[in-house]
């Protein structure tokens, strides 16, 4: 059952007076329960407990945190059709979209299990002693990965499980044996209770102390940014606009003592089709990105807001193509009247500017909430020269670009701001003729694909999701994958430590059994 | 020859009009060359060098790298007495000093050639394709760190080779595929233009792109200034004063496209003497940090500044040791008229502090620039109440706390600043009846010393010299050591792409025998 409270460690709480309610997009009218803002007071309270939460959760062995997790995945499971109701009534989004994300968000949070007991991912490096060194004996020096502090994660609109309560961001944080208070999303707040309940059960369970973790409501600014500012709160999680995630920076980096802000933002991610690629395979490359231009609404962060190619008839075939596939898929609900407002607002803009031109756009009727897809193009030259055709359009909208040759296409990618991920369409011998166009595409983003579509974003240790900014606030860490727990921790250096008081990561036995770098070499034996 | 011009690319240029001389603290005269400031347009024209450089330093190979680094080492030996004189001449410092300090900045060029001859650093991660994965196939992703661009690097007061021109920073940002560019400190611009030749000149041997490295020479701010809130620039170093630190943190984050900074700033490297030791070894420790404190005229970021202990008898005898002990110490020239002077004024700051007695100073006539050390002592609930007495005094000066019991020692640790370094002077078995004591320490450093001195930075891969604020601005990152090259890079994917036009480090055949972690296992083998 959703109460509309907040969890301040294991208690519901309510003691704010400002509240509000979720809203259903497919029937357009408000959902029932009534959510409690978090107050001052509860605020002061959740960070207390994680400082607290702290002292004991950093020293929590993998194993444990492994039960934990896992705990966390099996109790999501155990919500049932509740959560899939729930987060269906509050984003619009279909049953199947539910139940893959719900999926994806307990593989994540098994991954990091897997991760922390095998755990070799502390970076154990060990130096030895050599007591017969000239001119002074060098000292032993040990070194691992530790946990940062309390984090606060602000939930994603468009992730309401994977993006959110107990989705990557805070599956990273528990694994780093950091404490967590979310900042949940107004628009999926019920959504965010259920998981919350189920992390609450799931640490009770498992014996992690009250205070690990907490989940705030608010519909507005003033929560996230007290907790930002708290000089409690060592880092932050974000996925969302560029406005946002930069406020989130600003306030972060102009503390008394500043803190990593690991905000995820805005990409239009572009996709260049090279000559070949457009004259062989053009018609099948539109129809694949009809779908992902479309999918979800385009409500994705890799979604492909941006295509260049070279003018020519394969190009303008290329986008005729498109554009019949396009208006060819319905039009889906979009996650909320201020998504689907906002997507109409920067659509107009976008289209007032000035050489911009509709080559399609959906036409018939929709119901209200629902996205309409567009498709437009521009010459190579107007887009170099006016900026605001670079910007984000978040939704089902895409952009074709047609340069004048391949410097020009050069150009625009060198000057391109950055972005999470960058696509070739090519064939194999016509890549190697554009090194230039992919190294400079590679400067700008943080993931390069081949042949494939920017949308999917594999959970695996090879992937990158970030880039330069605004991509991400900073471009040297991921937020997908299980190397996103890097966000959260810092290298530490035991120097002539005595042996049975270092933690067992670095012992001389190695009892857990992980690779170390030992004197220059990988190893997983005992010294 | 020393020109007083600075190096733009490989070329000498001193267009602007602003001059400036070194200063020698032991003669207290200027020195003779007459040292050009970079005007405005030097400052472009080496970000523009630096950005062209960049297209190609960036995918040079491991070994050229390595080659290069190797050649800046040989350079710099080269330069054979000039360099050690230049040195002292500018520094004050003793000719024992200048050679170890040579022969540590050599080491450093070396131990990167080494990181990036080999190759593995680059953490190679592949997750193959399994195209019979439902409900979609899984794709083939693999990952490896990248340069993020060119670096300003400034040179600190207190290392004129070790942490300046060809320093720790340099060393490491070559390392990662970065050009750097160089603000070089005044007070050894000199030694800095000797350093900046034997690079350029190891860089022209090498085959490396002209612009991979510049030279900038200013005496003010706004060089720094203007390189720092350059947007061809993507990352800063700087080792020096907590206000010079945060100053470039506040500018780079205030950026439109904000950058990492990574300041190595200020620490008083808290020493806790536990009873038993002050018993049994309190006479030892006192002449032994007696020493410690002094080393260098106190000008090392890792100087014991602070030391805490429980009020006893012991911890009396341990002030009085360590007192007698100070004043045998004969006082040494400190590096610069500007950095004695600050000694002065924040030394008589402290003294100036309610309920601060002075146990010892030296009293006796020292001559002009020499800094005359001091040990002083309070209690611990006037140190709590009074966070005056946390800062630092850069030189030969500590404090010692007497705590009233242990959890006001405790209480104390856990509510100081971020620091570099923490230390436990302690016997075997005493030290396990102090965990709280020893895990609050652990919360607020980068590395814990057991039974030694906090002088003295090993440079090795299981270094960590870095902190929670404002130790450094960016606790996740080490100063020192081969993991330094951390700073400069960031996590890149190719998904589906290509194996031929794959990078070395991430093709099927392993050319490079690289360790790399494919699907989960760390192997040195071939697909």
């Not at 002061?44 to 929590?60: C, G, M, N, W």
């Not at 996709?271 to 694949?288: N, Q």
């Not at 194999?428 to 992919?438: C, I």
Request: hydrophobic share 40%; charged share 20%.
């Amino acid at each position: 059952m959703i109460t509309g409270k907040n969890y301040i460690g294991n208690l519901l709480s309510s003691i704010g007076n400002t509240t509000y309610k979720t809203f259903n997009p497919q029937t357009n009218t408000e959902n029932g329960v009534l959510f409690h803002e978090a107050s001052g007071i509860e605020i002061e309270q959740a960070i207390e407990l994680a400082s607290e939460a702290f002292v004991t959760f950093r020293d929590v062995s993998g194993t444990k945190k492994a039960e934990f997790l896992n705990e966390i995945a099996n109790e999501i499971e155990g919500l049932g059709d509740e959560l899939i109701k729930t987060y269906c009534l509050e984003s619009g989004l279909p049953e199947g979209r539910a139940i893959g994300e719900r999926g994806r968000t307990v593989f994540q949070l098994r991954s990091f299990a897997n991760l922390v007991k095998e755990g070799s991912w502390v970076e154990a490096t060990i130096d030895t002693a050599d007591l017969n060194r000239q001119p002074i004996p060098k000292v032993d020096i040990r070194k691992m990965l530790i946990p940062l502090g309390p984090v606060v994660v602000f939930g994603a609109s468009n992730f309401p499980l994977a993006y959110s309560t107990a989705g990557g961001d805070t599956a990273a944080a528990f694994a780093a044996g950091c404490p967590v208070i979310v900042k949940s999303h107004p628009m999926h707040a019920g959504t965010g209770e259920l998981v919350a309940f189920a992390i609450i059960k799931a640490a009770s369970k498992t014996g992690m102390p009250n205070g690990v973790f907490s989940n705030l409501n608010s519909s507005g600014i003033e929560v996230g940014a007290k907790l930002v500012k708290h000089s409690g709160i060592k880092a932050v999680g974000f996925t969302g606009s560029i406005r946002g995630g930069r406020a989130l920076y600003d306030m972060a980096s102009q503390r008394e003592e500043p803190i990593p802000v690991f905000a995820e933002m805005g990409s239009v991610n572009p996709v260049i089709i090279l000559p070949e690629a457009a004259k062989s395979k053009g018609a099948e490359w539109a129809k694949t990105y009809a779908g992902s231009i479309t999918l979800g609404s385009g409500q994705f962060c890799t979604n492909p807001g941006l295509i260049l190619g070279i003018k020519g008839n394969e190009l303008i075939n290329f986008i005729e193509v498109l554009s019949e596939e396009i208006v060819k898929i319905e039009p889906t609900c979009m996650l909320h009247p201020n998504i689907i407002s906002a997507y109409e607002i920067h659509k107009a803009k976008m289209l007032a500017q000035k050489g911009l031109q509709t080559t399609a756009t959906f036409e018939k009727e929709v119901p209200k909430n629902y996205g309409r897809q567009a498709i437009t193009t521009v010459e190579g030259i107007t887009f170099l020269k006016n900026t605001n055709l670079h910007q984000e359009v978040f939704g089902p909208f895409s952009m074709i670009v047609q340069c004048e040759n391949v410097a020009q296409l050069e150009e625009i990618i060198s000057k391109l701001e950055g972005q999470l991920t960058g696509t070739i369409l090519g064939e194999n011998d016509e890549v190697k003729k554009y090194t230039k166009v992919v190294s400079a595409l590679q400067n700008r983003v943080g993931r390069i694909i081949f042949n494939g579509v920017p949308t999917g974003v594999e959970v695996c240790a090879a992937m990158v999701h970030g880039g330069p900014y605004p991509a991400s606030t900073d471009s040297r860490f991921t937020a997908v994958g299980t190397e996103s727990i890097k966000r959260w921790v810092r290298p530490f250096s035991f120097q002539s430590w005595p042996n049975e008081l270092l933690p067992n990561e670095l012992k001389n036995e190695n009892p857990l059994g992980i690779s170390r770098v030992v004197d220059g070499k990988i190893t997983t034996h005992k010294l």
